[in-house]
């Protein structure tokens, strides 16, 4: 039997469980266990089933080793959350979810203190966001568990922790914090000081590619699987996975959430790249990726659960074949506002924010998915636009990953609305990305980052867009609520 890795990617919306073979400088992917997450109410705030997850996780390496031996696994996901251990290694309470806004009062705190501009040098990460760690640590310390927590583990280090019993702050995803400078790659202990968070809370830190040892005995039947530490943050195994042929790309990972933006090896911490909502987050290899989070399918997803609530069809290929009927840039919002992030009714939020700008309201589930998919194909070109002024890398072409990658609509949008070729694919590219650094830190792959690029191009699933029409319209647009 060949040799296999394990890819544990973890989503807004579900986990994945994935194999993935190497041979001849190809990587072959294969979907093993799929299982649902999302956040979960409890009176006023919202929760991750860390356990399912885990359950989930356990069950798809079970199956995975049935298929052939799997010899490593890597677990990333969705960054800023964490879990808490007690000094026995218990988990301590369900971890919250980001999009519960306890943090807002705790950013408040640390902006009355200082400026955006110094907050924003400490670590090069967006203190406009309330949902980094930063923020809910903040809020966590003043909880009467507090006191019990021996160590925070984010997300991806808490799900290798519970398989193995090792434990590590993997940089991508701690860089998602707040509390790691981008630029030294460790700790700020000017940004810990400042919101008064002990940093000997956090495991030790770790590039990825680290090797963690194997996991539980007997966990996994008749195997001997050994933990890698990968890219933690799904972002950052998506981009890695991003089958770029030189440096003058721009990448959009499209799921939930559109990240978008470029790779580079120092950030840019300038006063207008913290005006214009840029983050830089870290990538493998000594990369940070400067890049921006626009609220991106969540606004579709918003609206399909809202439909369904209601009784009422929300079929997705019915939806976007309605959206593709549609007239374009009849009504667009910023797909980079806050107002969009909570859980909510969101064609109300959506039909808002059109009346607000003196837009026609979306009369109907194609108008209304229209208007979104042309917001977001709009967010995206503006985003891209702004890297290249910011300092960041000339653009030749747009690569878009993840599962948004999969919307034709969207991608030729974005082609338009960018006047740039998109390339779309690999769809699974965090998992891929995750298991090209495992099979790297495992000596069956080798080289820097291109090299592994290069794998990912020959491993397929990919498309190409070429732009349609002007950038007219889509200056129109942007005009009306810009
Ligand atoms: C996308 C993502 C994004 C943000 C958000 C919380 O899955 O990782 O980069 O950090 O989740």
């Known amino acids: 039997m060949a040799t296999q890795h394990a890819a544990v990617d973890l989503g807004a919306s579900n986990g994945r469980v994935m194999i993935g073979l190497v041979a001849d400088d190809a990587v072959t992917l294969t979907e093993i266990h799929r299982f649902p997450n999302g956040g979960i109410p409890v009176g006023d705030h919202l929760y991750t089933d860390t356990l399912g997850l885990y359950a989930g996780v356990v069950e798809g390496l079970r199956r995975a080793n049935r298929v052939g031996k799997v010899c490593s696994v890597g677990v990333d996901s969705w960054g800023v959350d964490y879990g808490r251990i007690d000094v026995e290694g218990q988990l301590l309470g369900s971890p919250r979810h980001y999009r519960d806004e306890r943090t807002i009062a705790q950013q408040e705190k640390l902006r009355a203190q200082f400026t955006d501009d110094e907050l924003y040098r400490m670590t090069g990460i967006q203190p406009g966001a309330a949902y980094n760690t930063i923020y809910q640590l903040m809020d966590d310390?003043?909880?009467?568990q507090w006191p019990l927590v021996d160590q925070v583990l984010f997300t991806p280090d808490l799900v290798g922790f519970l398989l193995s019993g090792a434990r590590g702050a993997e940089a991508t995803i701690a860089s998602t914090s707040q509390l790691l400078d981008a630029a030294t790659r460790q700790w700020s202990p000017e940004m810990a000081r400042a919101a008064r968070i002990p940093l000997e809370i956090f495991a030790e830190l770790q590039e990825p590619g680290t090797r963690r040892?194997?996991?539980?005995?007997?966990?996994?039947?008749?195997?001997?699987?050994?933990?890698?530490?990968?890219?933690?943050?799904?972002?950052?195994s998506a981009v890695a996975a991003t089958p770029a042929v030189d440096e003058h790309f721009a990448f959009?990972?499209?799921?939930?959430?559109?990240?978008?933006?470029?790779?580079?090896l120092e950030p840019i911490k300038s006063s207008e790249a913290l005006a214009a909502g840029y983050t830089n987050e870290l990538g493998i290899d000594g990369t940070v990726r400067f890049n921006r989070n626009l609220t991106g399918l969540w606004l579709l997803q918003e609206c399909q659960r809202a439909w369904q609530e209601a009784g009422e069809d929300a079929n997705l290929f019915d939806l976007l074949d309605a959206a593709a009927r549609s007239k374009e840039l009849v009504s667009v919002v910023d797909a980079g506002s806050e107002v969009f992030l909570a859980r909510g009714d969101m064609p109300s939020l959506i039909a808002e924010e059109c009346r607000?700008?003196?837009?026609?309201?979306?009369?109907?589930?194609?108008?209304?998915v229209r208007c979104v998919l042309d917001s977001l194909a709009l967010a995206h070109a503006r985003t891209i636009r702004a890297i290249q002024e910011l300092g960041g890398p000339e653009v030749h072409a747009v690569h878009i990953v993840g599962g948004g990658c999969q919307n034709e609509l969207l991608c030729q949008l974005t082609a338009d609305a960018c006047q740039l070729p998109v390339v779309a694919g690999p769809v699974e590219a965090a998992a891929l990305g995750n298991i090209i650094v495992q099979a790297r830190a495992m000596g069956e792959l080798d080289g820097d980052r291109a090299a592994l690029r290069k794998v990912i191009a020959n491993s397929g699933g990919v498309i190409r867009y070429e732009p349609h029409g002007s950038a007219r319209p889509w200056d129109e647009a942007a005009s009306r609520i810009f």
């Open 356 to 368: 607000r700008t003196g837009q026609p309201v979306p009369q109907d589930k194609g108008a209304m």
């Open 141 to 144: 310390m003043t909880s009467v």
């Open 252 to 264: 959009i990972s499209c799921g939930t959430w559109s990240v978008v933006g470029a790779e580079l």
């Open 213 to 236: 040892g194997r996991l539980r005995p007997g966990l996994i039947e008749g195997s001997e699987i050994e933990l890698v530490a990968v890219g933690g943050h799904d972002t950052a």
